[in-house]
Every structure is written in C-alpha cells, then in structure tokens.
T-cell receptor, first 111, second 116 residues
Framework: GNSVTQMEGPVTLSEEAFLTINCTYT??????LFWYVQYPGEGLQLLLK?????DKGSNKGFEATYRKETTSFHLEKGSVQVSDSAVYFC??????????FGKGTKLTVNP | NAGVTQTPKFQVLKTGQSMTLQCAQD?????MYWYRQDPGMGLRLIYY???????DKGEVPNGYNVSRLNKREFSLRLESAAPSQTSVYFC???????????????FGSGTRLTVV
C-alpha cells in the first residue's frame, strides 16, 4: 500500500537558518503529494502541493519538488522565522485512495 | 469564514461513557473524514464518507461508529469510551477523490478527548 516516511524530529534551528525536512514515499501510479503544517493548538493547514512529477509546490517561502526518480518530496525554506515553529506533515494521495500521512516533524526556531 | 467546524473542542470522559463528536462543513464538499492524532503516530484514518449516504472503515475503526447525517455533517460516536481512545480527533473534508488529489483536504481545529 501507499506510505510516507519523513525524517524524525524534533528539528531545532536558529532564525534565518536553512531548513530541509526529508520526505520519501512508496506508491503505485502517480500520487499527488502534499505538505501540511500544524501550528500549536490548531488543525492541519495545507502548506503546498504537487500533483505530477517535476512539479514544484511553493507557499510562504517554502518549496518542495516532486521527484519521481527518487520518490521524494523534500520541504525546504531558505531562511526560517520563529513563526515557522510548527509540526510539518508530508502526505500523499493516489487515485481514489485516502490521504496518507507521515508521522510529522516538529520544528522549533529560536530567535 | 468557510471551513470545517468541530464541537466540542475539549472533553473529559470516564471509562465506559459514550459521546458524539460533531463535524460540519460549509464548502459543499462530497467527502468527509475522521482522523485521530497520537504522539509519534501521525494521523490515522478512523472512518470516512466518500459521499452523502455512504461510510467506510479506515485504518483504526474499532470502538467507533459514524453517521453521515447529510452532506454537511459527519459525526463520530464512541459508544463505550476507553483510555486508549484518549487522543486529538480531527475532521476533514474534500471535494471528493479527484478534488482531494488536486486541492487537498480542509481540516477542523480538532477535539481533544481525555478518557480517565
């Protein structure tokens, strides 16, 4: 079945540091890939998405590129802010299947 | 604001008690979902409803029942709560399978449930 593996956390960075959160997936066919963000005490919000190979999703300075050859969808941001502190979830949806999530990576950004 | 509304936000139950978590969406979405979130486990699907009038089991359905009351509302019922059901519960909706693939899901803000 479909599955998502993302890097274990927690991740702690200083403000303005570069962020990478790794995500790899296993799926048949051509799934859509997503990053969701969960701020403390809130529900999940869609951060960005890519629906086909080589697509780059971007939002709020975050980017991720759908790499079919490496089955990856790594999240990156060039300069993180304290307000980016949250839990980040990689997810995929293939065909008529339901959304499948990774276990989440907690990011803390210190001033 | 348009979105997914969950009630209550917090609840404490005693073992064996029953309760219903309510979820409503005003985006005219066809599909609705219930997830639970536990530390280190990510989000796991409990039940989903692909369209009004249909419901199906997800990954962890034991101990739960659901009702798709109409297109807007999808409730989750715990008939006899157990401490293992202590969790944060999220409801979500999407336009359907294709809508979910293209636009993702919209989530509610969650219900934090403690069973003692």
């Amino acid at each position: 079945g479909n599955s998502v593996t993302q890097m274990e956390g927690p991740v702690t960075l200083s403000e303005e540091a570069f962020l990478t959160i790794n995500c790899t997936y296993t799926a048949t066919g051509y799934p859509s890939l997503f990053w969701y963000v969960q701020y403390p005490g809130e529900g999940l919000q869609l951060l960005l998405k890519a629906t086909k190979a080589d697509d780059k999703g971007s939002n709020k300075g975050f980017e991720a590129t759908y790499r079919k050859e490496t089955t990856s969808f790594h999240l990156e941001k060039g300069s993180v802010q304290v307000s980016d502190s949250a839990v980040y979830f990689c997810a995929l949806q293939g065909g008529s299947e339901k959304l499948v999530f990774g276990k989440g990576t907690k990011l803390t950004v210190n001033p | 604001n348009a979105g997914v509304t969950q009630t209550p936000k917090f609840q404490v139950l005693k073992t064996g008690q029953s309760m219903t978590l309510q979820c409503a969406q005003d985006m005219n979405h066809n599909s609705m979902y219930w997830y639970r979130q536990d530390p280190g486990m990510g989000l796991r699907l409990i039940y989903y409803s692909a369209s009004e009038g249909t419901t199906d089991k997800g990954e962890v359905p034991n101990g739960y029942n659901v009702s798709r009351l109409n297109k807007r509302e999808f409730s989750l019922r715990l008939e006899s709560a157990a401490p293992s059901q202590t969790s944060v519960y999220f409801c979500a909706s999407s336009e359907g399978a294709n809508g979910g693939r293209n636009y993702g899901y919209t989530f509610g803000s969650g219900t934090r449930l403690t069973v003692v």
